[in-house]
């Protein structure tokens, strides 16, 4: 069964989206900004991450540099969920090789960038 880490600092968005991934067969594991995220992903085997920009503690940018800085979690697909519309923002994600998701998230639209990484769960 397929891993995926979301990150995000909104417990709504994380209680959605674990719900909503479970329900499609996806294995959830969660953590609420990036030093904890960065943690999980370093110590658990995902195989994916959904990461929120704007998070306290430790950003999604931040953490996400930390991740394809780390051997063992450089080649991990990150799909990166936020609010920030700046055309930096997409071209700093896209330059660390991760897909860049505007929120509200359209879950069918989300579900076909997961797909493409890890494919279907059921």
Do not use: H, W
């Amino acid at each position: 069964m397929a891993k995926i880490l979301v990150v995000d600092d909104e417990a709504i968005v994380v209680e959605i989206l674990t719900k909503r991934l479970k329900a499609k067969g996806y294995a959830v594991i969660s953590a609420r900004d990036g030093v904890e995220g960065y943690k999980k992903a370093t110590e658990e085997r995902v195989d994916l991450i959904l990461l929120d920009v704007i998070m306290p503690n430790c950003d999604g940018f931040t953490m996400l540099q930390k991740l394809r800085s780390n051997e063992s979690t450089c080649r991990t697909p990150v799909i990166m969920l936020t609010a920030k519309t700046e055309l930096d923002s997409i071209i700093q994600a896209k330059n660390l090789l991760a897909d860049y998701i505007l929120k509200p998230i359209d879950f069918d639209a989300l579900l076909k960038y997961i797909r493409k990484y890890i494919g279907f769960a059921m």
